[in-house]
């Protein structure tokens, strides 16, 4: 019965494995919804990581009373997000698109990366929202002083040199910039107890802090 067992659970995680290796970026997640979406006006997309992801989920009326639209994937890296950009942003036609990454490149979930990396990355995508005149909002990562799914990790000095980064290209190419880690960070680099239960995703108190700074950058680039 062991050996049946291990069978079948060898058999499911090489299929699982076969089918995210077909599907990297996850492009079917909001493959359907996206065509459903063709001819509305969509105002800002938020493309991201798991902290997109749930804010949808914690405060639904924020995107849904602005006519914004989420577009995170919880896990994700930047590479994935610059896979799926032109399916999950420009194909929207939004007049603005907020990016927030780099929590995920951090821990190394798709493999290891260099902040160089992750830069180049988030220039690609502020690249081609450009091109097709979609505003640039770029968003600081969160801070954060560990992470539970990769514990061998101390991300906090390294999140601040990514934003250090990410606020400085900002600046240089006039693209709206939301400094998240100021407003939410502790003395020791770490999110505030308050506005986070694990130290790196948001509560609902957490995302009411983040939506005025980053409402203030849309109405600014706008």
């Given amino acids: 019965m062991k050996i049946i067992k291990g069978i079948f659970f060898l058999t499911a995680l090489l299929l699982f494995n076969s089918l995210y290796a077909q599907d990297w970026p996850n492009l079917e997640r ?7 979406l063709k001819d509305s006006v ?3 997309v938020y493309i991201g990581d798991s902290i997109t992801d749930f804010w949808v989920n914690k405060d639904s009326t924020f995107f849904k009373n602005n006519h914004y639209m989420d577009r995170g994937i919880s896990g994700q890296t ?7 950009f032109r ?9 603005s698109v907020v990016i927030l990454c780099g929590t995920n490149d951090i821990a190394g979930n798709t493999g290891p990366m260099t902040l160089e990396m992750s830069e180049d ?5 502020a690249e081609l929202a450009k091109i097709n005149k ?22 906090a000095d390294s999140i601040v040199k990514l934003n250090a980064w990410i606020k400085a290209y900002a600046k240089a190419n006039h693209y709206g910039y939301v400094d998240y880690w100021d407003a939410m960070s502790d003395d020791n ?3 505030k107890k308050e506005l986070s239960k694990d130290g790196v995703h948001p509560n609902l108190d957490g995302y009411k802090v983040m939506e005025p700074l980053v409402q203030a950058a849309i109405k600014k680039v706008l």
């Avoid at 909001?30 to 459903?36: A, C, I, P, S, T």
């Fill in 87 to 95: 399916q999950d942003v420009i194909d929207l036609h939004p007049k």
């Fill in 30 to 36: 909001y493959r359907g919804v996206n065509k459903k």
């Fill in 134 to 155: 979609i505003k640039v909002i770029l968003c600081s990562v969160l801070p954060s002083t560990h992470f539970g799914w990769s514990p061998d990790v101390q991300p």
């Fill in 42 to 44: 969509v105002d800002v």
């Fill in 121 to 125: 990355n988030i220039r690609s995508m």
């Fill in 189 to 191: 680099k770490g999110l």
């Fill in 78 to 84: 930047s590479p994935q997000m610059l896979l799926r």
